[in-house]
Nanobody, 127 residues
Framework: QVYLVESGGGEVQAGGSLRLSCAAS????????MGWFRQAPGMEREFVAA????????NYADSVKGRFTISRDDDKNTVYLQMNNLTPEDTAVYYC????????????????????WGQGTQVTVSS
């Protein structure tokens, strides 16, 4: 089992910033792939950003490139999502996700690719 505990959500005005954190733990956790998805009311879950622990490449959704930055603290098994210049369109529940091992056909952008999900943290951006 893997436990993903998110924190840092809240309400902010447009143009503001928030930083989300996701602490990973559990007997099945391994540093393979971690990232973030979000889900706005009435919408499907949407990829935000993700990375592979072993490599430098980071994938971002086009809608957040240049505004969001994903980073990590290896010692704490914690992943962060720094969100700047927020807009009302960023309002959603943000989920931390983890994949612990290789999967044939894996896609960063597909929710079903990830084995574990956090409980979600609400981000609300007011205009």
């Amino acid at each position: 089992q893997v436990y993903l505990v998110e924190s840092g959500g809240g309400e902010v005005q447009a143009g503001g910033s928030l930083r989300l954190s996701c602490a990973a733990s559990g007997p099945s956790f391994s540093r393979y792939i971690m990232g973030w998805f979000r889900q706005a009311p009435g919408m499907e879950r949407e990829f935000v950003a993700a990375f592979r622990w072993s490599g430098p490449r980071i994938n971002y959704a086009d809608s957040v490139k240049g505004r969001f930055t994903i980073s990590r603290d290896d010692d704490k098994n914690t992943v962060y999502l720094q969100m700047n210049n927020l807009t009302p369109e960023d309002t959603a529940v943000y989920y931390c996700v983890s994949r612990t091992s290789y999967k044939v056909g894996f896609s960063y952008y597909v929710p079903a690719s990830y084995e574990y999900w956090g409980q979600g943290t609400q981000v609300t951006v007011s205009s």
